[in-house]
């Protein structure tokens, strides 16, 4: 696709519940990247794709936070049993290959609010 | 964790003035970038500048790196109102394949 996209914008949900998150890179970008943005701070790394393997998952902040890549392509972000502290934009980003060399392209991002 | 802290926090200006935003960061690097964001979503990746360079101009930007102090900075030239929005300094670990950013400075471009 001509950007990353991501979906849904926005998720409410009550505390306890599960939530799946969905980027979708731009093709061909064999690397790809979850951050989670809390209001008024920087991008806070969570996880990184090369391929389908995750290659690097140690942002995510605990078990309850999962996320899958089966095909290379498209990646689901998963969180188990919500917290109000998980209230978070979520960001997407995909990149051509895996080298420490090139711009991200960031989607629109995910606003996730645990009420 | 955060890698970098930028500084200022917040800066507002007149439009046409210049802006420069500072960022320090920790550890060594491969490649510093800076994004820019509007209204807390999506980033743009504005510029890259490698270990191995100290100055690189694109447009109304000019970055700077100095790897001996660990720092960046970022200049805009002649602000537009437009260039409202916050600016983030990311830094590409030596050893790591994420990208860790700084807290992030909030420009205001005053009409």
């Known amino acids: 696709g001509a950007g990353v996209s991501q979906t849904p914008s926005n998720k409410v949900t009550e505390k306890g519940k599960y939530v799946e998150l969905r980027c979708d890179p731009i093709?061909?970008?064999?690397?790809l990247y979850w951050y989670r943005q809390s209001l008024g701070q920087g991008p806070e790394f969570l996880i990184y794709f090369q391929g389908t393997g995750a290659a690097d998952d140690s942002g995510l902040p605990n078990d309850r936070f999962f996320a899958v890549r089966p095909e290379g392509s498209v990646s689901t972000l998963k969180i188990q049993r919500t917290e109000r502290g998980d209230s978070a934009v979520y960001l997407c980003?995909?990149?051509?290959?895996?080298?420490?060399?090139?711009?991200?392209?960031f989607g629109p991002g995910t606003r996730l609010t645990v009420l | 964790s955060q890698q970098g802290e930028e500084d200022p926090q917040a800066l507002s200006i007149q439009e046409g003035e210049n802006a420069t935003m500072n960022c320090s960061y920790k550890t060594s690097i491969n490649n510093l970038q800076w994004y820019r964001q509007n209204s807390g979503r999506g980033l743009v990746h504005l510029i890259l500048i490698r270990s191995n360079e100290r100055e690189k101009h694109s447009g109304r930007l000019r970055v700077t790196l100095d790897t001996s102090k660990k720092s960046s900075s970022l200049l805009i030239t002649a602000s537009r109102a437009a260039d409202t929005a916050s600016y983030f300094c990311?830094?590409?670990?030596?050893?790591?394949?994420?990208?860790?950013f700084g807290q992030g400075t909030r420009l205001t471009i005053n009409p």
């Open positions: 093709s061909g970008h064999t690397a």
């Open positions: 980003a995909s990149s051509p290959e895996g080298l420490a060399s090139r711009a991200r392209v």
């Open positions: 990311a830094t590409d670990v030596q050893g790591a394949q994420k990208l860790v």
